[in-house]
């Protein structure tokens, strides 16, 4: 069973800053994997999948990248509205997997 | 427009069932797997249950495996998830969604989301 570890568990950043989460696969996942954005009270967003492609609506500011097992979500300049709870993502076969979570907080 | 409308949560006791309904529009609602995520109060997503597109292959997360029933129905464009047996970790906003996985490998993952419908087990 593949497990996903998101770091850090908050980060807590200023808007107009950059915003880098991570995401550790405990084997390979390939490419498969997504990330979603949820806001209190709200259902999750999807914002990224296979790894590097974002979902339709998502702004230029939200970008993907992965190095073997390992995962990132780059937000580029953080507006108000980015301030939020990010969520890994992935699929084996017919399990689904989420990370644990990144809580983005505004310092 | 895509809707997924959740209905059939609420209070239930230690032991008790309950069937969680979710009514999809807006798309071709028999070429989707169809999914149950919870989400436990104050915690993070926990994926229950999926369903593939004419419901012969149904899986389910360990804990809930014997307990829970997840059917659709693709004349009535609906999924459902039935729930016995219900302990106190089962409380949770209970949300009905859609991916994509077709015979071929494809996959695109869970796009639509319902707003969920929230189940409490408490005596």
């Known amino acids: 069973e593949i497990v996903l570890t998101q770091s850090p568990v908050t980060l807590s950043l200023s808007p107009g800053e950059r915003a880098t989460l991570s995401c550790r696969a405990s084997q390979s996942v390939s490419s498969f994997l997504a990330w979603y954005q949820q806001k209190p009270g709200q259902a999750p967003r999807l914002l990224i999948y296979d790894a590097f492609n974002r979902a339709t609506g998502i702004p230029a500011r939200f970008s993907g990248s992965a190095s073997g097992t390992d995962f990132t979500l780059t937000i580029s300049s953080l507006e108000p509205e980015d301030f939020a709870v990010y969520y890994c993502q992935h699929r084996t076969n017919w399990r689904i997997t989420f990370g644990q979570g990144t809580r983005l907080e505004i310092k | 427009e895509v809707q997924l409308v959740e209905s059939g949560g609420g209070l239930v006791q230690p032991g008790g069932s309950l069937r969680l309904s979710c009514a999809a529009s807006?798309?071709?609602?028999?070429?989707?797997?169809m999914t149950w995520v919870r989400q436990a109060p104050g915690k993070g997503l926990e994926w229950v249950a999926n369903?593939?597109?004419?419901?012969?292959?149904?899986y389910y997360v360990d804990s809930v495996k014997g307990r829970f029933t997840i059917s659709r129905d693709n004349a009535k464009n609906s999924l459902y998830l039935q729930m016995n047996s219900l302990r106190a970790e089962d409380t949770a906003v209970y949300y009905c969604?859609?991916?994509?996985?077709?015979?071929?490998?494809?996959?695109?993952?869970?796009?639509?989301w319902g707003q969920g419908t929230l189940v409490t087990v408490s005596s």
């Open positions: 369903i593939n597109q004419d419901g012969s292959e149904k």
């Open positions: 807006g798309f071709t609602f028999n070429i989707y797997w």
């Open positions: 969604a859609r991916e994509y996985y077709d015979s071929s490998g494809y996959y695109y993952p869970i796009d639509y």
